[in-house]
């Protein structure tokens, strides 16, 4: 397995087999893995030739008051599990060869970005949208995998192949949940034992509400006021649960197949989010 | 010489050829070629294997109150053009195939961009680094080759290429002039005979300025107040005249090698820019 610190031997690594007629797959990733990420590095694997997995912790997608100096990082295990995983190259840039100081272009997602995660975190999707393609001009995949986790990501990274025409195919892995049924995310290496306890109201929310939609109830406004109520009695903060069109991210009034159910709640001090397509 | 109607129709002719080991350039021009686009096709073929010239009046990088409709627009004469210079292709989207309906991604440039050109235009280069990102995207060249009298633009579309990795080289050609000195420009066939006269007074102020330069005069305040007072008195309506640092495009108190001087200017209703380095 390659590690690879600079955008020009990241290019020049895919190139070069590329000119073999080689297919490569991107799986974006801020480190501190686990069983999620490897999933989108199986994913990859069955998608592509060649695997590379891009270890960032994005600055331009944390806010001022957010976690971005607590987020975990341990580069080492990382490593080491790409390594037994099949992964086949890691980009592992420094901050400062992402960002020069008079760095100054930021790509901006004016539709789908101002509801859910954007409403309570602005200037997060510019962020993720900006590294982002800056990600795929240094990896130049074929094909880049995200997980379902971030279903609003997801829905901005396909607006931002669509309109800007990256030659991209975007594919999605399930979201891996622990034996309880917590989402996986590196962030719940943050939460504290009642926090973790507490992070278990997102999960039963939306299960709750996929079961309520099963026995016949369309209305969304009865069912995110549940799924709150469910949150709320779990210790949660809750930030939003909504219901919205997968691809628009408008609310929908009417329960329907295919509507995401989608929900973000403080436990403790830490940010979770999961949801759930009907 | 082919002509290509979509992005997806663009891409895949130059993966063929890049299969082939075959080198791209890109010339993007919004149509109506003179003589100043046919030394980009000249400059991209010395550059490339295959040079694509594509042909869009991009829609974002207007105003409101600006010249989309009245932009001069001729395609058989430029696929004529093209066919007799050299062309291999000629990507020739129709505006919905750029700009779906709920496009939603720009991006936009917030160093650079506030100058000049910018403040006159604002969203001017939002619209075209979207659609030079888009260009690149479709195209997917080795090299893109822009001309000298859009120094602003080439200074900010090197600033995206920076910033966001995109692995293409910007490569400049010299402006071309008139015989009297008029740089070449598609908006020229817009002026009638006084405003062509008028339009003189851009080139000479910079003419001007040069020799001043080059007979040691250093102070930029006494050199643009020289060149205002020259537009001003051929007829035209001053925009700007900036003698600015070519890469920052921050103002320089005292002239030197290297310094970019630019002007902007009215001639009639049409606006009219040149530029030149010291």
């Excluded at 099949?86 to 980009?91: H, I, K, L, P, Q």
């Excluded at 999707?125 to 590294?131: A, I, K, L, P």
């Excluded at 709750?208 to 069912?223: H, N």
Aim: proline residues 5%.
């Amino acid at each position: 397995m390659k590690t690879i610190a600079t955008p020009a031997g990241m290019q020049a690594w895919s190139r070069d087999r590329q000119a073999d007629g080689k297919r490569i797959a991107c799986v974006p990733t801020m480190g501190f893995l686990h069983d999620g990420h490897l999933s989108l590095v199986r994913r990859a694997r069955e998608l592509a030739d060649g695997v590379v997995l891009t270890l960032f912790v994005n600055p331009t997608q944390f806010g001022p008051g957010e976690d971005f100096a607590a987020y975990p990082r341990d580069a080492a295990r990382d490593l080491d599990l790409c390594r037994r995983h099949g992964v086949d190259a890691v980009f592992m840039p420094a901050d400062e060869s992402m960002y020069l100081p008079d760095h100054s272009i930021y790509i901006a997602e004016e539709s789908l970005s101002g509801t859910l995660c954007g409403a309570s975190r602005p200037g997060h999707f510019r962020g993720v949208c900006t590294v982002v393609a800056k990600l795929f001009n240094c990896v130049l995949p074929q094909v880049a995998v995200f997980g379902q986790k971030d279903a609003q990501q997801i829905a901005i990274i396909r607006r931002m192949v669509r309109d800007l025409n990256f030659p991209v195919e975007i594919a999605v892995a399930p979201t891996v949940r622990e034996p309880d049924g917590l989402a996986m995310s590196s962030r719940n290496a943050r939460l504290d034992a009642d926090s973790r306890k507490s992070a278990l109201g997102l999960s039963r929310a939306l299960r709750e509400a996929a079961c309520a939609y099963a026995a016949g109830t369309r209305d969304s406004a009865a069912v995110l006021a549940q799924m709150r109520t469910t949150m709320e009695r779990a210790g949660l903060r809750v930030d939003y649960a909504a219901a919205v069109d997968a691809l628009t991210l408008k609310p929908v009034a009417a329960l329907a197949d295919g509507v995401l159910l989608a929900v973000a709640a403080f436990a403790g001090g830490v940010r979770l989010i999961d949801n759930q397509v009907l």
